[in-house]
């Protein structure tokens, strides 16, 4: 959220690190069996660590976020899909610490059946330098980077990628986890591909549409822009917010805007990260659409500025304008701010019909071994709100009812903590290569 937008939530928060901290360092060793592999991640700094095993000719066969403290070791056990005439793979492990530039360590891995493992070598990084001078840091693993336009241009359907919902659906790897509710009926659809120059989409909202994500993560700023459509569907994918230079626009560190459609618009199995994300999904929904959100992981939304959110409050969700129903079952996510800011009357004029939240669990981030966040729960004005388990963890200085407004009324059916089983959507079962298990309702 722009800071100027609404001059609400202000509240005392932790510091961030100081910009002396030790250059972190990532060490990452792996075991493969068949199928199968073991990745272990040690870091010697706080913050979150993204894992992605890559097979040759397969883009991204595994993948997995944790939380680390300092000096930490966790192992990761993931299931590698597509990936059977795989005789090697790289594992890609990067740190986000506050504070710092993230790091990479890349270690390759020799498969099938014989298990074999390998250690990278720790990778340092330049600490965070201040915002009028910050550059991209130097590492020593190779990576591949384009430019990021002021602006992505709008662009024109085209109808590449799947033509029904079904397709869509079914274009990976199936998850176990039945949703709430089924994509909209879709009449003669258009399907628009994203890539990297057409992100930007304007559409007619007369007409349903299926947005075809990329088969590899989308990295770059600005995200994904949706205007318009009747009803519209995106089901699976990548988003990836990577650094954006030193004075980049708020909406180029947001992963998705979804603005004036006219039906249902329905977003499903994407998976948001990247060490520059600053927004999650923004909503301007003044035209009365459903607005769906369901199987959905976005980590870390932050703030540069950690002490006076100068640059930005960062939101999982932020509503300023409708939807008349918005429905979100399955969410994870985590903050150094705000996850959910509720005010659809902003710049709307109905009072919405329903928002209806299911299994949801949201988190602060960790900071100095602690977890640090501001408000995770916010809702602007009254209106009609339907909550089913609601989990948070909150800023470590505060009780749950201190991380919610208002402090009394429907988010008190919020829970303190995690899931009983879990994250509900952990990062290996969205993303690239997303199937989708099914809906209880039609």
């Known amino acids: 959220m722009p800071s100027a937008a609404l001059a609400l939530a202000a509240v005392a928060l932790i510091p961030a690190a100081p910009a002396s901290a030790a250059k972190p360092k990532l060490s990452v060793s792996a075991k493969a069996a068949k199928g199968q592999i073991s990745v272990k991640v040690k870091a010697s ?24 403290a300092r000096g930490k070791v966790r192992t990761l056990s993931l299931k590698m899909t597509g990936c059977k005439r795989c005789t090697k793979v790289d594992v890609v492990g990067t740190l986000t610490a506050p504070g710092a530039k993230p790091v990479t360590s890349t270690v390759a891995v020799t ?3 014989a298990s074999t493992t390998a250690t990278s070598p720790t990778t340092p990084v330049a600490t965070k330098a201040p915002a009028a001078s910050v550059v991209p840091a130097t590492s020593t693993t190779t990576t591949t980077t384009t430019s990021t336009p002021a602006s992505p241009p709008a662009t ?18 199936a998850t176990t986890t039945t949703l709430a509710w089924a994509p909209p009926r879709l009449t003669s659809p258009i399907t628009v591909k994203v890539t990297d120059a057409n992100r930007k989409l304007a559409l007619d909202n007369t ?13 770059g700023g600005y995200g994904v822009v949706i205007t318009g459509g009747h009803n519209v569907v995106l089901i699976g994918g990548e988003i990836d917010i990577p650094w954006q230079g030193a004075t980049p626009p708020v909406n180029s560190r947001r992963a998705l805007y979804l603005q004036g ?20 999904i923004d909503l301007d929904e003044r035209l009365g659409a459903t607005v769906q959100i369901e199987n959905v992981r976005i980590d870390a ?20 304008g409708g939807p008349n129903v918005l429905r979100v079952d399955h969410l994870s996510g985590s903050s150094d701010y705000q996850g959910f800011f509720f005010a659809p009357m902003q710049f709307g004029t109905s009072v919405p019909a329903l928002f209806d939240l299911r299994n949801i669990d949201i988190s602060a981030v960790v900071r100095n071994n602690v977890f640090f966040a501001g408000y995770l729960l916010w809702q602007s004005s009254t209106f009609p709100m339907n909550i089913k ?12 009812s201190g991380s919610v407004y208002p402090k009394t009324g429907v988010w008190t059916a919020a829970t303190a903590g ?4 879990g994250s509900y959507v952990p990062a290996s079962q969205v993303g690239v290569g997303y199937r989708s298990a099914g809906y209880a309702a039609a």
């Open 389 to 400: 388990n609601l989990f948070v963890v909150a800023d470590a200085k505060k009780t749950l």
């Open 261 to 280: 459609q006219t039906g249902t618009m329905h977003v499903e199995g994407l998976w948001v990260h990247g060490s520059d994300l600053s927004e999650g």
């Open 156 to 173: 024109t359907p085209t109808t590449v990628g799947p033509t029904t919902v079904a397709d869509a659906a079914a274009a990976g790897t």
């Open 45 to 68: 700094a706080a913050g979150r660590v993204a894992v992605a095993v890559k097979g040759s000719g397969s883009g991204t066969v595994a993948k997995a976020t944790t939380q680390l």
């Open 111 to 113: 498969l099938p059946a």
């Open 301 to 320: 939304v932050h703030a540069r500025d950690e002490v006076g959110f100068t640059d930005n409050h960062p939101d999982l969700i932020q509503s300023w």
């Open 418 to 421: 995690t899931p009983p089983t």
């Open 207 to 219: 007409k349903d549409y299926i947005i075809s994500m990329p088969s590899t993560p989308l990295t």
